[in-house]
């Protein structure tokens, strides 16, 4: 059997909350991805590879619905880099649980337009060492606005372990700021 090729359109990039892993940022694309795709590239005219195929909304019957998933290139480029380097891919950590502010939320508690509540700190985990408690409402890290709970764990998971990081936020309505410094995520015990 030898090579096919289809073609398409990307009709959205950031696609997230797909609900296929906790680590979503995936190209929206109408070009075909059969079954036993997953895996291939996702080139633009000129041959160069933006995306890896990984997934396709389907019926019930597992056909296609005209919608498929990649990731894009800059992401598994950073994926393989650390296997090389690591055997494994390393995380940044903050050690919240943390929701959106949806816009009942922010009439009810008078909170801003921007930020996420923490909803839980992970017990020893870097955000409680740094005094970081449920109830807080992180607005920014870094100085970058966290728009929401994805924003936060883009953020947080993109940096280095071992590397501080500014958190401004709200408690009880009044101004705080938290030097958190960053550990390792840690591995999910299904994936030991």
Request: charged residues 20%; aromatic residues 2%.
């Amino acid at each position: 059997a030898g090579q096919t090729v289809t073609m398409g359109i990307v009709s959205a990039t950031g696609r997230d909350s797909v609900g296929l892993h906790t680590f979503e940022d995936f190209i929206q694309t109408d070009a075909a991805i059969n079954p036993g795709n997953s895996g291939g590239p996702l080139i633009n005219l000129r041959g160069e590879l933006v995306g890896v195929n990984t997934a396709i909304f389907t019926q019930h019957d597992g056909a296609s619905a005209g919608l498929g998933l990649a990731t894009p290139v800059h992401q598994v480029q950073t994926v393989v880099e650390q296997l090389i380097q690591h055997g494994r891919v390393i995380r940044g950590w903050l050690g919240v649980v943390a929701r959106d502010l949806n816009a009942q939320l922010r009439r009810e508690l008078d909170l801003p337009a921007r930020g996420v509540v923490v909803t839980g700190v992970i017990e020893r985990g870097p955000a409680e060492r740094a005094g970081i408690r449920a109830g807080d409402v992180i607005i920014e890290i870094d100085g970058r606005l966290i728009a929401d709970s994805r924003t936060l764990l883009n953020l947080t998971t993109g940096a280095e372990p071992g590397s501080q990081v500014l958190v401004q936020g709200l408690r009880e309505r009044r101004p705080f700021e938290a030097l958190v410094t960053l550990t390792q995520r840690p591995i999910p015990r299904a994936a030991r």
